[in-house]
């Protein structure tokens, strides 16, 4: 029988369930299937291509035969376990920030920089969601050097993972009985929306603050969008700064974006190369109220791009928001995309 021998490690956070839709849907050539993920969900049984498949512990020896290995169980997973596989003989395709800065590491979005998959050494790094999406808009006007970027996110609470959903859910409902309880009951008393995991309230509300604070006054994620797109685009002097901030939306990342260029680009040129893009479309008819929302793009393979505008402040300024799924081009379909780009499995 043809195929691959994968592993998913993760399988049952919010991107290894995606990634196991996706390499459904994708038809990835799976030969076997090994689901891995902690000893919390040893005997819990997930479907796939209408089999129920038993969750097993992940442990230093899962990765005998496989043959690619999609992690994505956290950092600290992939530092313990990511040698274990190559060794076993698996190619490593790593979610988590462990490797992703390693210069023998390749940092790969398939449509931008494939051909470096060609230099792993058993562990190829998938980008950090936001850089992504910010880099799925911006890829196609690369032919006018873009030399600066300053990026605002708007980042959906799944980014943070399962129990993110879970936070937002819970804090709403209450919410919401506090509301039915004051109506029926005549009473005016605010809801006490208790934070869990996230440092404050997350419903009706905005955190800019996601991960730990570091060097300069900028967060963990706001240095990975600083530091990743000079990798992958290959540009160590592209300079860029960011804020990015929790928003209650459940699913796909927004992000405002303002970009300089080397050489004069117009707003015409920027659209009409979004338009011949690959993974990318546009939407941008800002008088039909047509722009990217994350309702939209939720459930979606493609990054959307609109209100492309000028920004006359600076000599070749421009603006962009660019909107993704990002538990699927964020991650898990940017993952199962360079697996296939390494197998040349790549459906048509
Ligand atoms: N969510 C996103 O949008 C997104 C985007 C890009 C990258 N990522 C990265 O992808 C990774 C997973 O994120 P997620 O959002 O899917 O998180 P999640 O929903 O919290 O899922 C975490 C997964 O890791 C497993 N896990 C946790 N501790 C483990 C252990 N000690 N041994 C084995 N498995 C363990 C969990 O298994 P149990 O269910 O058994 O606990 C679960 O399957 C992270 O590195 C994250 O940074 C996430």
């Known amino acids: 029988m043809a195929g691959y021998h994968v592993a998913v490690v993760g399988a049952t956070g919010a991107v290894g369930q995606e990634m196991l839709s996706i390499l459904q849907e994708r038809k990835f050539p799976v ?14 049984r997930i479907p796939f291509r209408g089999e129920s498949l038993e969750v097993e512990e992940l442990k230093r020896n899962s990765f005998r035969g496989i043959d690619i290995a999609l992690f994505s169980a956290g950092a600290e997973r992939s530092k313990q376990f990511a040698s274990a596989a190559v060794k076993s003989g698996a190619v490593v395709v790593d979610n988590s920030s462990a490797f992703r800065m390693d210069p023998k590491v390749p940092l790969v979005v398939p449509e931008i920089n494939a051909e470096d998959i060609r230099n792993h050494n058993g562990i190829i790094a998938n980008p950090n969601c936001t850089t992504i999406i910010t880099l799925m ?16 996110s708007y980042q959906a609470v799944s980014g943070a993972g399962a129990w993110g959903i879970e936070e937002l859910r819970r804090q709403t409902l209450e919410w919401a009985l506090q509301e039915i309880k004051n109506a029926t009951m005549g009473t005016d008393d605010k809801a006490v929306l208790r934070p869990e995991k996230f440092p404050h309230p997350i419903a009706f509300n905005l955190i800019p603050q996601i991960d730990v604070f570091l060097e300069g006054g900028y967060t963990k994620e706001e240095l990975k969008c600083l530091y990743e797109p000079r990798k992958i685009l290959n540009q160590p002097d592209l300079q860029v700064s960011a804020t990015t901030v929790r928003v209650p939306v459940f699913r796909s990342h927004a992000v405002s974006v303002h970009i300089e260029t080397e050489r004069p680009l117009s707003v015409a040129r920027a659209r009409s190369l979004i338009r011949k893009a690959r993974g990318v479309r546009l939407h941008d ?5 047509k722009y ?6 939720a459930g979606k393979d493609d990054c959307l791009v609109g209100r492309i505008r000028k920004d006359e402040t600076v000599p070749n300024g421009l603006w962009l928001w660019i909107v993704g799924d990002q538990l699927r081009k964020g991650a898990a379909l940017n993952a199962v995309q360079i697996a296939e780009s390494l197998l040349g499995t790549t459906p048509g």
């Not at 299937?33 to 000893?39: E, M, Q, T």
């Not at 808009?137 to 605002?152: D, H, K, N, T």
């Not at 008819?285 to 109220?289: G, S, T, Y």
């Not at 990217?292 to 793009?297: H, R």
């Open 31 to 44: 030969r076997s299937l090994r689901l891995l993920a902690s000893k919390r969900s040893l005997g819990k």
């Open 292 to 297: 990217p929302t994350p309702v939209q793009v």
């Open 137 to 152: 808009g911006l890829y196609p006007l690369r032919s006018s050097g873009i030399r600066r970027i300053i990026l605002s």
């Open 285 to 289: 008819q800002p008088e039909k109220a």
